[in-house]
T-cell receptor
């Protein structure tokens, strides 16, 4: 069966510090991968998605970046965090062979607080 | 642009039936998803509709009217564990990696 894990689960970072969130998927090949952010009182906002190694599409211009160094690994990074980067970050995957029907499967989430 | 509207909060009593509505205006449409999200946890998939009509899955049912840009999630025989946020999401493109746009969620509180 397929599983998705992301870490760390919780982190508190000062403004201006770097960020690295990591997500891995097991039990499937060539998954579509996504990073979403959920800020307090707001809906899930798509940040990045990837359909293959090295292929990243950005939905929202900001100080965050994403990379996919391996087929089942997705990393969210920032060089300098802003207060507005606080939120609940969710990694997700979907099966490419399910096309438009493919539901997203989410990781456990990473709660980031920028002080 | 994409716009998905759903009520912010709803309350219901254990054992009752509740209907959570969702209206959408999107540039394309290739399916509507409902997710459940408990506080502090990740969303979990509930249902998918792409054709008009009702899809039933146990205590949960989801309805879609594409001409009206409208969907609802129906929860029967409510249980305390159903207290959660319910997210409506629309896929706007025909490919699996096309954007899945989420509403802000409806917080459902089930009381005894």
């Amino acid at each position: 069966s397929q599983t998705i894990h992301q870490w760390p689960a919780t982190l508190v970072q000062p403004v201006g510090s770097p960020l690295s969130l990591e997500c891995t998927v097991e039990g499937t090949s060539n998954p579509n991968l996504y990073w979403y952010r959920q800020a307090a009182g707001r809906g899930l906002q798509l940040l990045f998605y990837s359909v293959g190694i090295g292929q990243i599409s950005s939905e929202v211009p900001q100080n965050l970046s994403a990379s996919r160094p391996q087929d089942r690994q997705f990393i969210l990074s920032s060089k300098k965090l802003l207060l507005s980067d606080s939120g609940f970050y969710l990694c997700a995957w979907s099966a490419p062979d399910r096309g438009a029907m493919g539901e997203l499967f989410f990781g456990e989430g990473s709660r980031l607080t920028v002080l | 642009g994409q716009n998905i509207d759903q009520p912010t909060e709803m309350t219901a009593t254990e054992g009752a039936i509740v209907q959570i509505n969702c209206t959408y205006q999107t540039s394309g449409f290739n399916g509507l998803f409902w997710y459940q999200q408990h506080a502090g946890e990740a969303p979990t998939f509930l249902s998918y509709n792409v054709l008009d009509g009702l899809e039933e899955k146990g205590r949960f049912s989801s309805f879609l009217s594409r001409s009206k840009g409208y969907s609802y999630l129906l929860l029967k025989e409510l249980q305390m564990k159903d207290s959660a946020s319910y997210l409506c999401a629309v896929r706007d493109g025909e490919w699996g990696y096309s954007t899945l746009t989420f509403g802000k969620g409806t917080m459902l509180l089930v009381s005894p």
